[in-house]
């Protein structure tokens, strides 16, 4: 025993009195990277990557871990497994790169571009990404869940599958988005513009759908229990099979909108607008009705 403290102490001392640098990264890889512009499983963590250029490079598996990599540009590189946790990402350029599988979740990456980059089955948690450009980005399978997209640009993005419950993306441009069987539970979807949107199938029960525009959006077989739609504008939309049970749709606009089996039981339809829709009264006879528009232009209340 006495003999293992005194070894302890004497490393301690050697420690103290002769200090020298660890670094988490290799530089062989470093240098392996700047001679091919390729480094398959390479450990780049914690090294000082700021304003370079990286452009088509392939770094599948990559470790990122805590590297600085502020305004650097992977604009069309292989990242696929790639773990970016921890590091430094302002002005980074993603667009057109492969993100399959890549770790980003809980990074700040507002006003960052993603333009047509694929990030299929890549984890998004949490998430920063306000104002960011992700514009005919592949999602499917994403893992989105508490993410911030508040204003992001999704114009015909690929989100089949993803999981968004609790994302806020409030103001988003969702413009012919595709959302098919994506879980959007209590997502923040407030003002958004959904138009031409695809979301059959898709969860949006307890989502804030306030002010939406959704004209021309398809929902089919979409679940919208207990959702928020109040002014909410769904002209011309394909909503045949829908769940809007115990929703909020004061003063919503459905007017020309396909409603064939649709659900309504405890629906609030204050002021609501059906004119010309494909509706039966017999599906709103458990809903609350108070100054509804019906199809043929009748104001009814119950």
Request: proline letters at 1%.
């Amino acid at each position: 025993m006495l003999i293992y403290y005194e070894n302890t102490l004497c490393l301690f001392f050697i420690l103290l009195c002769f200090p020298f640098v660890v670094y988490a990264y290799k530089p062989e890889d470093i240098k392996r990277l700047k001679l091919t512009n390729k480094c398959w499983k390479c450990d780049f963590s914690q090294a000082d990557f700021k304003n370079q250029n990286f452009e088509s490079s392939v770094l599948v598996n990559a470790n990122f871990r805590g590297t600085n990599l502020r305004n650097t540009s992977f604009k069309s590189a292989y990242l696929n497994k790639a773990d970016f946790r921890y590091s430094k990402l302002q002005g980074v350029v993603f667009d057109l790169a492969m993100l399959e599988g890549a770790q980003l979740a809980f990074l700040k990456l507002n006003k960052g571009n993603f333009m047509l980059a694929n990030m299929k089955w890549t984890n998004l948690t949490g998430i920063q990404l306000r104002e960011a450009n992700l514009k005919g980005a592949r999602l499917d399978g994403a893992k989105l869940t508490g993410a911030d997209l508040s204003e992001v640009n999704l114009e015909k993005a690929d989100l089949k599958g993803a999981n968004l419950k609790g994302a806020n993306l409030m103001r988003a441009n969702l413009f012919e988005a595709h959302f098919h069987g994506a879980n959007l539970e209590r997502a923040n979807l407030s003002f958004t513009d959904l138009t031409a949107a695809e979301l059959n199938n898709a969860n949006l029960s307890y989502a804030n759908l306030n002010g939406a525009k959704m004209r021309a959006s398809v929902l089919q077989k979409a679940n919208l229990t207990g959702a928020k739609l109040q002014d909410a504008f769904l002209v011309v939309s394909d909503l045949r099979e829908a769940n809007f049970n115990s929703a909020d749709m004061k003063r919503a606009d459905l007017s020309y909108s396909n409603l064939d089996g649709a659900e309504f039981e405890k629906t609030n339809l204050t002021e609501t607008n059906f004119k010309n829709a494909n509706i039966s009264l017999n599906q709103l006879k458990k809903s609350i009705l108070l100054k509804t528009i019906m199809p043929g232009g009748k104001i009814m209340s119950n």
